[in-house]
Every structure is written in structure tokens, then in C-alpha cells.
């Protein structure tokens, strides 16, 4: 059986593949179908209720990021039911999120989903609702705060940690109106297992995971550079977001787009104070005879080291020298490096740190 078929989304024919959901195809097909608990990394999990859309011979409407294609599949993704489900479903999140004096949801670093959707479908204006949602105990973790008034349960965070990460330090917690993201025991990240990677803010769709160190939007003259980590070989995309001339954060570019596909570490994500650091070396130093360093020319400097490097080898032989690359190197790099110790110095003492 063919392994492809048509469906109709608001009257095109569409093509589809078995085991696709109506968002993957609608957005394939440039449809926009709002979602906010959806993540191409994770299980869908249905949550938010946000992508729902009339399916023919379905009494309810169902969610797109969750439901299935099947052949002659008939789809509308904006109707006037669709309208008032969006509608009544946005009033009822923001009565008990946290507003601005405009009465549209709060952006924190992170940005806000809900608040782009509130801006597309006015929301129903419903009673404040004075949720006793808990929060965590104080968190002595460097990168990470928990905002439990801008968190709309979507379970992005927690999911990710499990099926991404495979580390299960958060989860939801407690029940009913008290519902919240916590960890086992209510411990501070540093007390779990976290490994502090910081997928779990960029997958939330309101900001309600928070950067400690940006915790507020950059100006509208910020830019974003993409860049290669530097912190180890594996060759990670970052976008650095360069604000007056400094970087003031840096994230992963969007899912699917490079090979670390929207995931860092916590290196390639929160160590990126060395960039401006007062200590950081930007010129050669070379030892005097008053034993201090001096700055040096790139040449001096090399000059100074393939002489001292001869020298070893007219004295001792070459296996008295060894060379070790560092695992921030390109594989180009250590493939130069091992040339350099092979064929120019005639020696197989060559490693590189991230072999053992
Ligand atoms: S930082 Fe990473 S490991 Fe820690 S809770 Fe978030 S997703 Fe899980
Ligand atoms: S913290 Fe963010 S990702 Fe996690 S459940 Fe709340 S809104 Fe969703
Ligand atoms: S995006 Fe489909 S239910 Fe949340």
C-alpha cells in the first residue's frame, strides 16, 4: 500500500504520509495552526488545547499536533467554532496568568507564545482567577528561575527532560489548582539530577522558565550571529545574541535547522562569560630573560616555539617530544596536528585529549 495520500485541508488537496499529524502537514503546506504544547522532539501530548480543528465525521474538534492522517481526510483549521474555541481557551489562561497593564501576558527573556495568540484572537475577558499555583523553594542553581505565574502546564519542560535529555529532574507536581513543575521533594536542580543543559526554557512556549543571567527581552537592536561552540569538537550551532556590542546571551538556533537540532549544554549555553572576560588572552606572551611575560607578535611567538621545539629534538631526539591537541579542535586541526608531529618532527607521540 502506497505509504502516501491525499488529504483536504480548508478545501486543497494536500499530500500526506503515513504517521503525519494535521499540524505536520498543514505546516508543510504553509497552513498556521497556533500551537503551544507541541514540540517536533517530543511525544504529542495533546495538552494546551490550542491547535484543536474540525476533523469531517468528528463531532468534537481534535488536536492537530496529536491526531492523525488518514486517506480523504477532510480538515478546517479556521471557522467560526474554531474562532470562539480560541478565543474562550486564551481568556480562560489568561485569567490567571501574569499581565501587563495592558492586560496582555508578560515576556520575560524567553518571550511569551500565549501573548503572540492574544494578539491574533482576542481572548474572552473572564474574572481573574487567584490560582494557589506553588512555586518552588528558593533555587541556589546559577542559570535557571521558575516563574509559576506564567507557566500554562503544557508539560513541554518536563517532557523534554525525560525523552531529550533522558534525565527526568523535573516533573509536575501536585494537583488540581496547586498543579506546578517541580522536582522530587521540592530539592533545589543543583539536589537533582539536572544537569543544567537548559533545553527545558527554550522548549516553554511562555517564558516561564527563565534565564537568571537574561532574564528580560535584549533591546530591538540586538542581532543575532550564528556561530560553531567552541567548547568541544562536536561542532554544536550556537546563535549568539549581540547587544552593544556584547554577547549577551546565546541559544540554540530553531529546531531541525543544525545538527545539535535546538539542544546545548550548559557549557555551549551559559559559559559564554569568557567571550568579554578581563583576564582573556587576545595576544601572544612570550618569557623574558627577567622572567615576566611580554606580548608578542603572532611571528615571535611561533618563531620562539619551533625553535625551542628544534632544539629539544637536535638534543634528545624527536621521540623526547610529544604533541597533544585539544578537544576543542576541528578535525582539520587535528589532522594538522598530527602532520606536524609525524611529518615535520618525525615522532608518533601525537594525542588528543577527548581520545581517552
Ligand atoms: S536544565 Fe536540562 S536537565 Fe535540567 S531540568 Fe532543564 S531540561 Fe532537565
Ligand atoms: S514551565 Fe513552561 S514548558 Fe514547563 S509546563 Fe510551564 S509553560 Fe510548559
Ligand atoms: S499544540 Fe496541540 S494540544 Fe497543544
Known amino acids: 500500500m502506497s505509504d502516501t495520500f491525499k488529504i483536504r485541508i480548508n478545501g486543497k488537496p ?3 504520509r503515513t504517521g503525519e499529524t494535521v499540524v505536520d502537514v498543514a505546516r508543510r503546506e504553509g497552513v498556521d495552526i497556533p500551537t503551544l504544547c507541541h514540540d517536533t522532539r517530543l511525544e504529542p501530548a495533546g495538552a ?17 499536533c496529536a491526531w492523525h492522517v488518514q486517506p480523504d481526510m477532510v480538515v478546517t483549521t479556521e471557522s467560526e467554532r474554531i474562532e470562539r474555541h480560541r478565543s474562550v481557551l486564551y481568556g480562560m489562561y489568561l485569567a490567571d496568568h501574569k499581565l501587563d497593564d495592558g492586560g496582555l501576558p508578560v515576556v520575560t527573556g524567553n518571550g511569551n507564545d500565549l501573548r503572540r495568540l492574544a494578539e491574533q484572537t482576542p481572548p474572552l475577558v473572564l474574572e481573574p482567577v487567584d490560582a494557589p499555583r506553588r512555586g518552588r523553594p528558593m533555587d541556589a542553581n546559577p542559570y535557571i ?8 502546564l503544557c508539560a513541554r519542560c518536563t517532557r523534554y527532560c525525560d525523552e531529550v535529555e533522558a534525565v527526568n529532574a523535573i516533573t509536575l507536581a501536585w494537583r488540581g489548582s496547586e498543579t506546578t513543575i517541580s522536582t522530587a521533594g521540592e530539592r533545589g536542580l543543583l539536589d537533582t539530577t539536572c544537569e543544567l543543559c537548559g533545553g527545558c526554557i527554550d522548549t516553554c512556549p511562555t517564558g516561564a522558565l527563565i534565564e537568571k543571567k537574561s532574564p528580560l527581552p535584549l533591546s530591538a537592536a540586538a ?7 567552541n567548547f568541544c569538537g562536536v561542532g554544536c550551532q550556537v ?3 549581540v547587544d552593544d556590542g556584547r554577547v549577551a546571551k546565546v541559544s540554540s538556533p530553531p529546531v531541525g535547522e543544525t545538527l545539535n537540532d535546538g539542544n546545548l549544554c550548559v557549557k ?5 562569560d569568557f567571550v568579554h572576560h578581563e583576564d582573556r588572552l587576545t595576544v601572544p606572551l612570550i618569557r623574558g630573560e627577567d622572567g615576566e611575560l611580554h606580548e608578542a607578535t603572532w611571528d615571535e611567538a611561533i618563531r620562539r616555539t619551533a625553535e625551542g621545539l628544534l632544539g629539544v629534538k637536535q638534543r634528545h631526539g624527536a ?3 610529544g604533541f597533544v591537541s585539544s578537544s576543542r579542535c576541528t578535525g582539520e586541526e587535528n589532522y594538522l596536528m ?11 607521540n601525537v594525542h588528543q585529549c577527548a581520545a581517552t
Do not use: W
Request: hydrophobic share 35%; charged share 25%; glycine share 8%.
Open 239 to 241: 546563535d549568539l545574541h
Open 319 to 321: 621521540d623526547a617530544l
Open 145 to 152: 528561575a521558575f516563574d509559576p505565574e506564567l507557566c500554562i
Open 223 to 229: 542581532e543575532t550571529v550564528r556561530s560553531t561552540c
Open 14 to 16: 494536500c499530500e500526506a
Open 338 to 348: 598530527q602532520k606536524l608531529s609525524r611529518a615535520a618532527f618525525g615522532t608518533n
Open 48 to 64: 494546551c488545547r490550542v491547535c484543536l480543528v474540525e476533523v469531517e465525521g468528528q463531532r468534537r474538534m481534535q488536536p492537530g
Open 268 to 272: 555551549g549555553r551559559f559559559a559564554y
